[in-house]
T-cell receptor, first 110, second 114 residues
């Protein structure tokens, strides 16, 4: 049930774009995105519910394709502060459980 | 506003010793509560979750246990720690009883078993 994230790691220069993908073998009700800085707790970025909606948060946006059971996180014009590990969490309908992928480590260099 | 606190923040315990991590949520009632563990450089593993007092669901069979003695209190325990129990333990909460609810994490507790 654990979602699969790709790529495992990304290295960018400041101002470049990145896409992080999250896929599941199970039908999904929702996808949640979090960012974790080293040594800190994960911080909530956004939630996407089934319906194929796209959401945005500053220069970070995400899409959810429920038919393909996939979600993508888009980071545009990356900033140094975007560095960290990004996790997607997924839930199936009727469950309070949120299961996370293994994470994607994003490094933004000057 | 809602807040979550967990303690202790850091602890070093010998193998075979007991463990108790505590978490409390303020500013909300009847939250869903969760314990996650993150081994060094690894992902977030769901250990337990609770939808109400005395209701605990275990996700991973191991030497850990969880209890919810009060509505906003969640405790993670072990009678005898193993080296493999080392990691970053995160308590989390959510308020919506259905899928799609957002969970918020506490500050975390670093456990080193020596």
């Amino acid at each position: 049930q654990q979602p699969v994230q790709s790529p495992q790691a990304v290295i960018l220069r400041e101002g470049e774009d990145a896409v992080i993908n999250c896929s599941s073998s199970k039908a999904l009700y929702s996808v949640h995105w979090y960012r974790q800085k080293h040594g800190e707790a994960p911080v909530f970025l956004m939630i996407l519910l089934k319906g194929g909606e796209q959401k945005g948060h500053e220069k970070i946006s995400a899409s959810f394709n429920e038919k393909k059971q996939q979600s993508s996180l888009y980071l545009t014009a990356s900033q140094l502060s975007y560095s960290g590990t990004y996790f997607c969490g997924t839930s199936q309908g009727g469950s309070e459980k949120l299961v996370f992928g293994k994470g994607t480590k994003l490094t933004v260099n000057p | 506003s809602q807040t979550i606190h967990q303690w202790p923040a850091t602890l070093v315990q010998p193998v075979g010793s007991p463990l108790s991590l505590e978490c409390t949520v303020e500013g909300t009632s009847n939250p869903n509560l969760y314990w996650y563990r993150q081994a060094a450089g690894r992902g977030l593993q769901l250990l337990f979750y609770s939808v109400g007092i005395g209701q605990i669901s275990s996700e991973v069979p191991q030497n850990l246990s969880a209890s919810r003695p009060q509505d906003r209190q969640f405790i993670l325990s072990s009678k005898k720690l193993l080296l493999s129990d080392s990691g970053f333990y995160l308590c989390a909460w959510s308020v919506m009883p259905h899928s799609g609810n957002t969970i918020y994490f506490g500050e975390g507790s670093w456990l080193t078993v020596v």
